[in-house]
């Protein structure tokens, strides 16, 4: 695939989570610097859709959304407006055990004809760890100033890709949205 920028969406209320949930620790790292350790082998062309100034410590560069309020979808408005490479790897930033080898796994079987491509098992799909073309970008406006914001009818109305995986598979997909969550996954990984 031609060159790939990565958009972490750093955004959200995180109201579950009750901090910053990208800077939550896991195995004394922040959820975000996990993402970044798996995504480094493949790119350094990695940037935060965030307006907070709690990431500023890492080097990339963070773009507040463009209209705010709107969810993962606004998030990914935002990063598609500002990207430059036609396809865009959106990552949520609640995902700690994603691997440099199911992303790897993702760009090699994305075909160029799919607006988006994500993972889904037959129980669940995974919209926010996905490739997203900038063609879609009309189609995610229109979705918004509906106020239709719904990753599932998003996907509805773009040409995508399902990439089939195991049930066992969507562990390492999980997003970690609340402190009981957290837990949960620490005493599945002990």
Known sequence: METLTVFILCGGKSSRMQSEKGLVLFQEKPFIEHIIQAILPITNNIKLVT???EYDYLKYEKIPD??????PLGGIYTALSHSETEFNLILSCDIPLISTELLQELISKHTQEAGITVF????????????????IVPIIKKAIDSDELRMMDLL???????????????????????????????????
């Open 66 to 71: 463009l209209i705010i309020d709107k969810g």
């Open 120 to 135: 889904a098992s037959d129980s669940k799909t995974h919209p926010l760890i996905g490739i997203y073309s900038k063609e």
């Open 156 to 190: 509805a109305r773009v040409p995508h890709q399902i990439i089939k995986i195991e049930e066992s598979e969507n562990f390492h997909l999980t997003n970690i949205n609340s402190a009981d969550e957290l837990n949960d996954l620490n005493i599945n990984l002990s």
């Open 51 to 53: 307006a907070s100034k």
